[in-house]
Protein backbone atom coordinates (compact mmCIF):
# COMPACT_ATOMS: atom_id res chain seq x y z
CA UNK A 1 0.00 0.00 0.00
CA UNK A 2 1.32 3.58 -0.72
CA UNK A 3 2.36 5.22 2.57
CA UNK A 4 4.46 8.68 2.83
CA UNK A 5 5.73 8.53 6.15
CA UNK A 6 7.41 11.98 7.61
CA UNK A 7 9.72 12.62 10.35
CA UNK A 8 9.25 13.60 13.79
CA UNK A 9 7.75 17.00 15.46
CA UNK A 10 10.59 19.77 15.66
CA UNK A 11 11.03 22.43 17.65
CA UNK A 12 13.41 25.43 16.49
CA UNK A 13 14.70 28.81 17.36
CA UNK A 14 13.87 31.98 15.33
CA UNK A 15 16.90 32.09 12.46
CA UNK A 16 17.45 28.42 12.70
CA UNK A 17 17.11 25.87 9.90
CA UNK A 18 14.25 22.66 9.78
CA UNK A 19 14.85 19.60 7.71
CA UNK A 20 11.63 17.27 7.37
CA UNK A 21 11.77 14.23 5.47
CA UNK A 22 9.26 12.21 3.84
CA UNK A 23 9.99 8.86 2.82
CA UNK A 24 7.96 6.71 0.11
CA UNK A 25 6.79 3.38 -0.14
CA UNK A 26 4.13 0.94 -2.18
CA UNK A 27 4.92 2.47 -5.44
CA UNK A 28 7.18 3.47 -8.16
CA UNK A 29 8.98 6.44 -6.40
CA UNK A 30 10.00 8.18 -9.93
CA UNK A 31 6.22 8.09 -11.23
CA UNK A 32 4.50 10.62 -9.16
CA UNK A 33 5.30 14.46 -8.19
CA UNK A 34 5.86 14.84 -4.88
CA UNK A 35 4.40 18.24 -3.03
CA UNK A 36 4.98 20.43 -0.27
CA UNK A 37 2.24 21.73 1.85
CA UNK A 38 1.81 23.46 5.10
CA UNK A 39 -1.08 24.28 7.71
CA UNK A 40 -0.89 26.75 10.19
CA UNK A 41 -2.94 26.50 13.68
CA UNK A 42 -6.45 27.55 12.60
CA UNK A 43 -5.62 28.53 8.94
CA UNK A 44 -5.69 26.90 5.65
CA UNK A 45 -3.36 24.62 3.43
CA UNK A 46 -0.27 26.75 1.65
CA UNK A 47 1.47 25.28 -1.43
CA UNK A 48 4.98 25.41 -0.62
CA UNK A 49 6.37 23.92 -3.46
CA UNK A 50 6.92 20.58 -6.18
CA UNK A 51 9.68 18.50 -6.52
CA UNK A 52 10.34 15.50 -9.44
CA UNK A 53 11.22 12.45 -7.72
CA UNK A 54 12.66 11.23 -11.08
CA UNK A 55 14.59 14.31 -12.16
CA UNK A 56 15.35 16.06 -8.66
CA UNK A 57 14.16 19.53 -10.21
CA UNK A 58 11.56 21.57 -8.00
CA UNK A 59 9.88 24.88 -7.81
CA UNK A 60 8.69 26.93 -5.04
CA UNK A 61 6.19 29.24 -4.60
CA UNK A 62 7.83 32.99 -4.42
CA UNK A 63 6.79 33.42 -0.72
CA UNK A 64 9.66 31.01 -0.26
CA UNK A 65 12.17 31.72 -2.60
CA UNK A 66 15.89 31.92 -1.24
CA UNK A 67 14.71 30.21 1.96
CA UNK A 68 13.47 26.96 0.84
CA UNK A 69 15.26 23.59 -0.75
CA UNK A 70 13.80 20.49 -1.51
CA UNK A 71 15.81 17.50 -2.69
CA UNK A 72 15.26 14.30 -3.22
CA UNK A 73 17.29 10.42 -2.54
CA UNK A 74 16.24 8.22 -4.81
CA UNK A 75 17.97 4.85 -3.39
CA UNK A 76 15.71 5.82 -0.02
CA UNK A 77 12.65 6.91 -1.98
CA UNK A 78 12.85 9.91 0.16
CA UNK A 79 12.44 13.40 -0.18
CA UNK A 80 13.50 16.45 2.06
CA UNK A 81 12.21 19.90 2.55
CA UNK A 82 14.62 22.63 4.81
CA UNK A 83 13.13 25.98 5.65
CA UNK A 84 15.76 28.39 7.14
CA UNK A 85 15.60 32.10 8.39
CA UNK A 86 12.49 30.52 10.75
CA UNK A 87 10.47 33.18 12.35
CA UNK A 88 7.15 32.40 14.60
CA UNK A 89 4.74 32.60 11.96
CA UNK A 90 6.44 29.17 10.34
CA UNK A 91 4.94 27.50 13.29
CA UNK A 92 2.86 24.98 11.12
CA UNK A 93 1.98 21.27 10.26
CA UNK A 94 4.55 20.38 7.34
CA UNK A 95 2.97 17.63 4.94
CA UNK A 96 4.28 15.93 1.89
CA UNK A 97 1.59 14.85 -0.24
CA UNK A 98 1.67 12.45 -4.00
CA UNK A 99 0.20 14.47 -6.96
CA UNK A 100 -1.96 11.99 -9.19
CA UNK A 101 -1.25 14.07 -12.16
CA UNK A 102 -3.86 17.26 -13.02
CA UNK A 103 -6.47 16.01 -10.34
CA UNK A 104 -4.88 17.01 -7.06
CA UNK A 105 -3.62 15.01 -3.91
CA UNK A 106 -4.11 11.28 -3.43
CA UNK A 107 -1.80 10.32 -0.43
CA UNK A 108 -0.61 12.71 2.37
CA UNK A 109 2.11 11.97 4.65
CA UNK A 110 0.93 12.30 8.16
CA UNK A 111 2.62 15.42 9.27
CA UNK A 112 5.41 17.04 11.27
CA UNK A 113 4.77 19.83 13.61
CA UNK A 114 7.54 22.42 13.31
CA UNK A 115 7.35 24.95 16.44
CA UNK A 116 8.94 28.04 15.84
CA UNK A 117 9.77 29.30 19.44
CA UNK A 118 12.10 31.50 21.65
CA UNK B 1 1.55 34.68 -9.19
CA UNK B 2 -1.96 33.55 -9.96
CA UNK B 3 -3.83 34.72 -6.67
CA UNK B 4 -7.17 32.28 -5.82
CA UNK B 5 -9.94 33.78 -3.84
CA UNK B 6 -13.55 32.26 -2.67
CA UNK B 7 -16.69 33.49 -1.57
CA UNK B 8 -18.53 33.32 0.48
CA UNK B 9 -15.97 32.53 3.40
CA UNK B 10 -18.42 30.44 5.72
CA UNK B 11 -22.20 29.72 5.44
CA UNK B 12 -24.70 28.22 7.12
CA UNK B 13 -27.20 26.14 5.52
CA UNK B 14 -29.97 23.87 6.45
CA UNK B 15 -30.20 20.22 5.61
CA UNK B 16 -30.95 19.40 2.28
CA UNK B 17 -30.18 22.69 0.83
CA UNK B 18 -28.50 23.66 -2.08
CA UNK B 19 -25.15 25.04 -1.49
CA UNK B 20 -23.20 26.86 -3.99
CA UNK B 21 -19.16 28.07 -3.44
CA UNK B 22 -17.26 29.75 -5.94
CA UNK B 23 -13.69 30.34 -6.79
CA UNK B 24 -11.91 33.09 -9.06
CA UNK B 25 -8.59 32.61 -10.23
CA UNK B 26 -6.79 36.03 -11.02
CA UNK B 27 -5.79 34.68 -14.80
CA UNK B 28 -6.91 31.94 -16.36
CA UNK B 29 -6.14 28.83 -15.54
CA UNK B 30 -8.05 26.76 -18.04
CA UNK B 31 -9.86 23.68 -16.40
CA UNK B 32 -7.07 23.02 -14.16
CA UNK B 33 -8.90 23.36 -10.71
CA UNK B 34 -8.89 20.71 -7.60
CA UNK B 35 -12.00 20.86 -5.03
CA UNK B 36 -11.17 19.33 -1.07
CA UNK B 37 -13.02 19.14 1.76
CA UNK B 38 -11.32 19.22 4.91
CA UNK B 39 -12.58 18.03 8.30
CA UNK B 40 -11.05 18.77 11.49
CA UNK B 41 -7.98 17.00 11.95
CA UNK B 42 -7.77 15.55 9.12
CA UNK B 43 -5.99 16.27 5.83
CA UNK B 44 -7.61 17.69 2.77
CA UNK B 45 -9.86 14.84 0.56
CA UNK B 46 -10.19 15.35 -3.21
CA UNK B 47 -13.82 16.16 -4.05
CA UNK B 48 -13.61 17.23 -7.95
CA UNK B 49 -10.51 16.93 -10.12
CA UNK B 50 -9.89 19.07 -13.58
CA UNK B 51 -13.25 21.42 -12.63
CA UNK B 52 -15.78 19.11 -13.07
CA UNK B 53 -14.70 15.50 -12.80
CA UNK B 54 -15.88 13.50 -9.60
CA UNK B 55 -13.33 11.68 -7.57
CA UNK B 56 -14.25 7.65 -7.43
CA UNK B 57 -15.75 7.41 -4.03
CA UNK B 58 -17.26 11.05 -3.34
CA UNK B 59 -21.38 10.54 -3.48
CA UNK B 60 -23.41 12.56 -6.64
CA UNK B 61 -24.47 15.60 -4.65
CA UNK B 62 -21.18 16.65 -5.10
CA UNK B 63 -20.77 18.56 -8.37
CA UNK B 64 -18.06 20.98 -9.92
CA UNK B 65 -18.26 23.37 -12.56
CA UNK B 66 -16.18 26.73 -14.57
CA UNK B 67 -13.51 27.00 -16.63
CA UNK B 68 -10.77 29.94 -17.20
CA UNK B 69 -11.22 32.01 -14.41
CA UNK B 70 -14.32 31.52 -12.53
CA UNK B 71 -15.26 27.88 -10.75
CA UNK B 72 -18.50 26.39 -8.77
CA UNK B 73 -18.92 23.64 -6.19
CA UNK B 74 -22.26 22.43 -5.70
CA UNK B 75 -23.44 20.35 -2.64
CA UNK B 76 -27.61 19.63 -4.25
CA UNK B 77 -28.57 18.34 -0.77
CA UNK B 78 -26.54 19.19 2.08
CA UNK B 79 -25.82 16.82 4.81
CA UNK B 80 -24.63 16.98 8.43
CA UNK B 81 -21.73 15.08 7.38
CA UNK B 82 -21.05 17.46 4.71
CA UNK B 83 -19.79 19.95 7.51
CA UNK B 84 -15.97 20.94 6.68
CA UNK B 85 -13.82 23.46 5.07
CA UNK B 86 -13.43 23.33 1.42
CA UNK B 87 -10.90 24.60 -0.71
CA UNK B 88 -9.61 25.50 -4.41
CA UNK B 89 -6.58 24.57 -5.64
CA UNK B 90 -5.36 25.78 -8.90
CA UNK B 91 -3.80 22.25 -10.34
CA UNK B 92 -1.38 21.36 -13.44
CA UNK B 93 1.20 23.73 -13.12
CA UNK B 94 3.31 25.99 -10.59
CA UNK B 95 2.37 27.56 -8.73
CA UNK B 96 -0.75 25.16 -7.18
CA UNK B 97 -2.30 28.29 -5.10
CA UNK B 98 -5.01 27.40 -2.53
CA UNK B 99 -7.79 29.50 -1.91
CA UNK B 100 -8.64 30.64 1.90
CA UNK B 101 -11.72 28.18 1.88
CA UNK B 102 -15.32 28.63 3.24
CA UNK B 103 -16.44 27.04 6.23
CA UNK B 104 -19.92 25.35 5.68
CA UNK B 105 -22.03 24.32 8.92
CA UNK B 106 -25.99 23.93 9.72
CA UNK B 107 -28.54 26.34 10.41
Known amino acids: QVQLVQSGAEVKKPGASVKVSCKAS????????LHWVRQAPGQGPEWMGI????????TYAQKFQGRVSMTRDTPTSTVYMELSSLRSEDTAVYYC???????????WGQGTLVTVSS | DIQMTQSPSSLSASVGDRVTITCRAS??????LTWYQQKPGKVPKVLIY???NLQSGVPSRFSGSGSGTDFTLTISSLQPEDVATYYC?????????FGPGTKVDIK
Open chain 1, 97 to 107: ARDQGSSGYDY
Open chain 1, 26 to 33: GYTFTSFY
Open chain 1, 51 to 58: ISPSGGSA
Open chain 2, 27 to 32: QGISYY
Open chain 2, 50 to 52: AAS
Open chain 2, 89 to 97: QKDHSAPFT
